[in-house]
């Protein structure tokens, strides 16, 4: 017998990530070739029309799985009963506007949209925002949500950056990216994020798996073009299509959901911006992206990692969280990541719609379409994140005793190897809220 529908919202459905998401949901990329689906779709009364439009074509298109189609502007309606909140609507930035501003404009729609899911979504709700800043939004939808989504359910995009570097080492190597495995995306979905390789495998032609860095066989490439390619392929595509990537953020989208609900695959992590609970020293309660293994629709942080990156050589703190920050901070002429350094301020914050947008005194970070957000969460050492009702998530351990001896070689390729072992983060919202 067929399982019972599922109902999957999609806001912003009328822009283009949506008009390539909603056909690979009907088609079963999202949750698989045997769930049935009623889809919802959310805009604002302006594209109201166009999302029409997409309800028709859907229709048209026969879609087995399709059991149904909500195209609405109503925000009741279009959160009541769904299972999975796809969050890609949000107020984009336009020339001449400053951050500040459409963080602002941001804020105020993802703690309304938060107040809806938390009223009327299925209780175990599972949702990704997509929209940028993502990390951010995510990080205002949890603490909107007044305690009645588990933080444990709300996530943000980041397999997109996991994908880019899996298709540029396989493309760099000839084989296809199913035969790249366990990179790694640390950090928010923006240009400060760190591509790691260093714990990643590939299988080449002689049929075994070797460690990414002794496959390449060039370090310099690796540890430098490599890593701004994945960050700024956001920026590149927008110079060719004059329009942000769109039908990769949609796939990934599927990527990460279905992962998420399916599991990954025996040995294979994958990244997922979630709510930290310390771990690699990033502040407990932000957003971040880790490596994450899943498995019936929970996420786990995989341990037992070193992350090499920069001069970060901190035991407890192998992320070299300041140091992440502070370096990439400098070199960032395009997009304000938002985190700036910041002792200070508020980040995106659940509170005031218009500030803390945690951009740390970036007034040139240079909005490029916003493709990759800058975020300005996801560090600030939790000053101000104004999240209120986050007595919760996470156990806050920061310190994670099995990450490994902080030193290796300074490729980290011998690093983990020893230390795979699951954190036991097992999610508990009772204890949690
Ligand atoms: N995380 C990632 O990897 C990633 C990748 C690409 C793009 N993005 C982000 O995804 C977002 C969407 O990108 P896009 O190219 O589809 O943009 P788009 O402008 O084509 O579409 C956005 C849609 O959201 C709608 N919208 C605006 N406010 C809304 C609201 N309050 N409720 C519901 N819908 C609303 C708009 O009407 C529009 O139809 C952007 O913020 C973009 O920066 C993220």
Redesign the pocket.
Known sequence: MAPAPKRVLV??????????LVPMIARGHLLGPDQPIILHM???P??AE??EGVKMELLDAAYPLLHGIVAT?D?TE?FTGVDIAIM??????KQGMERKEVMGK?VS?YK??ASALAKFASKDVKVV??????NTNALVLKASTEGNICPKNIT??????HNRALAQIAERLGVTSKDVKNVIIWGN?SSTQYPDVNHGTVTLADGKEHNIRDAVSDDAWLNDEFIKIVQQR?AAIINKRK????L??AS??CDHVRDWMLGTAEGTWTSMGVVSDGSYGAPAGVVYSFPVTTKDGEWTIQSGMLCHYQSSSDVSNPLGWTAVRQDQDEGDEDEGDGDGGDEDEGHGDGGDEDEGDGDGGDEDEGDR?????GDGDGGDEDEGDGDGGDEDEGDGDGGDEDEGDGHGDGTGRDSAAATHTQHARTPNCANEE
């Open positions: 806001t912003g459905a009328a822009g283009q990530i949506g008009y390539a959310l805009d604002i302006p594209a166009s999302l502007t925000v279009a890609v609507g949000g107020f984009p930035r941001n729609i309304a949209q925002v997509v929209a940028n800043p993502a943000c995009l980041t397999r997109l950056d979905h956001g329009l942000s990537s769109a990769s953020a990934s989208v379409g916003d493709e990759d957000e």
